[in-house]
Structures are given as structure tokens and as C-alpha cells.
């Protein structure tokens, strides 16, 4: 069952956030098919799309490491953690899970998505779902797009042509 985990230690820089996410990824949540950053209050939240909910002992983890920690399934929620931060955590996983804001980091397809794409391709080969501005032709993807969830759909918005 698609379980949505979100994450908040308060991260005031985005750099930093994007940074402790994919470490989490590399190491304690690698089995997340999306990882996100959301701006919650004024400062960035984590969220991770898995397929499984995360095991206690993952969740023991994360709260030792100080994160206010939601986990939210369907009908079953949890949040944990230090009670200032379940609000932003709550708020990433549902953003995510509702696909109606955060900037994907890690996302299917995108690892097959180095070097120059017709936009054709990134459609039909990845999780995004539309391409803007509209009429761009391809895009020099180098591995690194992060796209964002807006009305539902992964928008990946590219650098208008100087």
C-alpha cells in the first residue's frame, strides 16, 4: 500500500534540505520511488512516496535523529517525533500525496534522463507529466531535473531561452 512520509527538522536553507533528503534516500529511506522538498512555515519539509509504510525501526531512527515524523496511508495516520514539527511533516506528506506542491528530487524515469531529451521522450519515459513553458522542444535533462507538483500533475518548468 502507497505510504507517504513526511519529514520536518526545520531546515531554514533549501540547500540543506535537498541535501539531508537524498542522504536519506542514499542510506535510511532507499526504497522511496519520490522524494520531495516543500516549503512548510517558512522553512523546507521532506516527503517520500514508498510503497510500503517504513519499518519501526526506521521510524525509531528518524525520531532519535530529532525529525517530527508523519506517516499517512489512507485511512491510517501517525505522527511522531517533537510535537512542534508533526504539523510541517503532516503538511509535506499530504502535499505530496495530493501532488499539489513539492520539488521532486528523485522521481521514476529520471535516472534514465541524461543529456539532451525531445519532450516527447521525457512524457513517455518518466513520471512527469507536462512540460513548460509550452512549445519547448527538447531539454538538456544532465540528470538533474526537478520538476513540481502542481494541480495534481509533476511540471517540470525549463529556463526560457535567453
Not at 4 to 14: F, M, S
Not at 15 to 32: M, N, P
Not at 110 to 115: F, P, T
Request: proline share 4%; hydrophobic share 40%; charged share 25%.
Amino acid at each position: 500500500m502507497t505510504t507517504w512520509l513526511g519529514l520536518d527538522a526545520g531546515h531554514e536553507d533549501p540547500a540543506t534540505a535537498d541535501a539531508v533528503a537524498l542522504a536519506l534516500h542514499e542510506s535510511l529511506l532507499y526504497d522511496a520511488t519520490v522524494v520531495c522538498v516543500h516549503v512548510v512555515d517558512q522553512h523546507h519539509a521532506l516527503s517520500f512516496r514508498l510503497d510500503a509504510a517504513p519499518s519501526e525501526n526506521t521510524l525509531s531512527t528518524l525520531i532519535e535523529r530529532g525529525y517530527g515524523v508523519a506517516v499517512h496511508n489512507g485511512d491510517l495516520r501517525r505522527l511522531a517525533g517533537p510535537e512542534e514539527l508533526h504539523r510541517g511533516a503532516l503538511r509535506a506528506a499530504l502535499a505530496h500525496r495530493d501532488r499539489r506542491e513539492g520539488r521532486a528530487l528523485r522521481f521514476p524515469g529520471q535516472r534514465v534522463l541524461r543529456g539532451r531529451y525531445g519532450v516527447s521522450d521525457i512524457l513517455a519515459f518518466s513520471e512527469i507529466d507536462e512540460v513548460l513553458p509550452h512549445g519547448v522542444k527538447s531539454v538538456d535533462a544532465r540528470g538533474d531535473l526537478q520538476p513540481s507538483f502542481r494541480d495534481g500533475r509533476l511540471v517540470l518548468t525549463c529556463a526560457q531561452p535567453g
